[in-house]
């Protein structure tokens, strides 16, 4: 099969290509549990990108050389092509989405549902992913898709719209009606977020964003107001909630200072949500215990979360604005997403 395989790491995103088109073997079926998945899309993410410049080094690829070449495409979405003896539940032909990480299901994390918090692996971080024509994964980690919904037009639910969902679900619990969500970053996850917020609270939903398209589009899709990210963001969102900040703040870019930013608009006692990451928190400790501040990590969904995300996509709560690339065009769908060209989420299609 065709592939684009990443063969070195790039710390500083400045070589010309990153990933190489290759013909590689076909995945083939070793446990009776696989699932061989053809892929109709593969998302590309911000991970992909940190990912090339090292970020996952210390957690995937400890000794620095042992996971390159790899197969990057942890947001996979396809027809299921081949299956294992003892697999029941879906059949060769089904529509399926793939939770991202490939899990044994015998663990206590995964018999809590907490399955990318159990031992296993990570297609596209830790052992060969989708940007290619095929993928392994397991029964366990496939959700069928509702026939309302093309695999190339939901692939980014499985890592991006899954992580968004699981932060806008945790914030839903505690927000109250006339309460204060602030979305920092209305991107590719964001711009999920703030439906998933939307369709499930009655909260006042705040973007900030440095970018014009993304805060129109963030006004269409329901944001109650919309803040420009020009540096005066904290004071923006300071006037709108009476000086307090917002019960919730989820940061969906987490570098280029909005971590400071975030925790500012953050009222005492209020949330504050990691998803997107980069950088270091940096935060007195007395001002955590005066405050009574939370911060809280992100770390994508259960399998559970993207079937309820599918849900709220099957009945058109939420809209993935994607834009499609050849799998041979896979560098240019990642500098696109490096330039901030994209808005929405770039697919590839083998
Ligand atoms: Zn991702």
């Given at each position: 099969?065709?592939?684009?395989?990443?063969?070195?790491?790039?710390?500083?995103?400045?070589?010309?290509?990153?990933?190489?088109?290759?013909?590689?073997?076909?995945?083939?079926?070793?446990?009776?549990?696989?699932?061989?998945?053809?892929?109709?899309?593969?998302?590309?993410?911000?991970?992909?990108?940190?990912?090339?410049?090292?970020?996952?080094?210390?957690?995937?690829?400890?000794?620095?050389?042992?996971?390159?070449?790899?197969?990057?495409?942890?947001?996979?979405?396809?027809?299921?092509?081949?299956?294992?003896?003892?697999?029941?539940?879906?059949?060769?032909?089904?529509?399926?989405?793939?939770?991202?990480?490939?899990?044994?299901?015998?663990?206590?994390?995964?018999?809590?549902?907490?399955?990318?918090h159990a031992p296993g692996s990570f297609p596209g971080l830790d052992c060969n992913g989708g940007y290619a024509e095929y993928l392994c994964t397991s029964e366990r980690n496939v959700v069928a898709l509702p026939r309302t919904l093309a695999p190339k037009d939901v692939a980014p639910y499985a890592d991006a719209?899954?992580?968004?969902?699981?932060?806008?679900?945790?914030?839903?619990?505690?927000?109250?009606?006339?309460?204060?969500?602030?979305?920092?970053?209305?991107?590719?996850?964001?711009?999920?977020?703030?439906?998933?917020?939307?369709?499930?609270?009655?909260?006042?939903?705040?973007?900030?964003?440095?970018?014009?398209?993304?805060?129109?589009?963030?006004?269409?899709?329901?944001?109650?107001?919309?803040?420009?990210?020009?540096?005066?963001?904290?004071?923006?969102?300071?006037?709108?909630?009476?000086?307090?900040?917002?019960?919730?703040?989820?940061?969906?870019?987490?570098?280029?200072?909005?971590?400071?930013?975030?925790?500012?608009?953050?009222?005492?006692?209020?949330?504050?949500?990691?998803?997107?990451?980069?950088?270091?928190?940096?935060?007195?400790?007395?001002?955590?215990?005066?405050?009574?501040?939370?911060?809280?990590?992100?770390?994508?969904?259960?399998?559970?979360?993207?079937?309820?995300?599918?849900?709220?996509?099957?009945?058109?709560?939420?809209?993935?604005?994607?834009?499609?690339?050849?799998?041979?065009?896979?560098?240019?769908?990642?500098?696109?997403?490096h330039n901030g060209k994209i808005h929405g989420r770039a697919v590839l299609i083998p």
């Amino acid at each position: 099969m065709k592939a684009q395989v990443l063969k070195k790491y790039d710390d500083g995103l400045a070589a010309d290509a990153w990933v190489e088109l290759e013909e590689v073997p076909d995945p083939k079926i070793s446990r009776s549990s696989d699932v061989i998945v053809r892929i109709g899309g593969a998302g590309v993410c911000r991970t992909d990108l940190h990912i090339i410049e090292g970020i996952w080094r210390p957690h995937m690829d400890p000794t620095g050389d042992e996971l390159l070449p790899m197969i990057m495409g942890h947001e996979n979405a396809g027809w299921v092509e081949a299956v294992g003896k003892e697999v029941e539940g879906i059949k060769v032909g089904d529509p399926v989405i793939v939770h991202p990480k490939i899990s044994g299901g015998t663990c206590l994390a995964c018999r809590r549902g907490f399955d990318m918090h159990a031992p296993g692996s990570f297609p596209g971080l830790d052992c060969n992913g989708g940007y290619a024509e095929y993928l392994c994964t397991s029964e366990r980690n496939v959700v069928a898709l509702p026939r309302t919904l093309a695999p190339k037009d939901v692939a980014p639910y499985a890592d991006a719209g899954l992580t968004a969902y699981r932060a806008a679900k945790k914030a839903t619990r505690h927000l109250l009606p006339g309460e204060r969500c602030v979305v920092i970053g209305a991107g590719g996850l964001g711009h999920i977020g703030v439906q998933c917020l939307k369709a499930m609270c009655a909260a006042d939903i705040i973007v900030v964003d440095t970018s014009d398209d993304s805060l129109a589009l963030a006004g269409k899709i329901g944001a109650d107001h919309l803040v420009k990210a020009d540096g005066n963001e904290v004071e923006a969102v300071m006037s709108l909630t009476e000086g307090e900040g917002a019960e919730a703040v989820i940061d969906f870019v987490g570098e280029k200072g909005t971590t400071t930013k975030g925790l500012a608009m953050t009222r005492p006692m209020g949330s504050y949500y990691v998803v997107g990451y980069g950088e270091d928190i940096k935060v007195p400790t007395v001002d955590m215990v005066i405050t009574e501040k939370n911060i809280i990590g992100n770390l994508v969904g259960t399998w559970a979360e993207l079937v309820e995300l599918m849900a709220l996509a099957d009945r058109g709560l939420v809209e993935l604005t994607t834009a499609e690339y050849r799998l041979a065009d896979a560098n240019k769908a990642l500098k696109d997403l490096h330039n901030g060209k994209i808005h929405g989420r770039a697919v590839l299609i083998p």
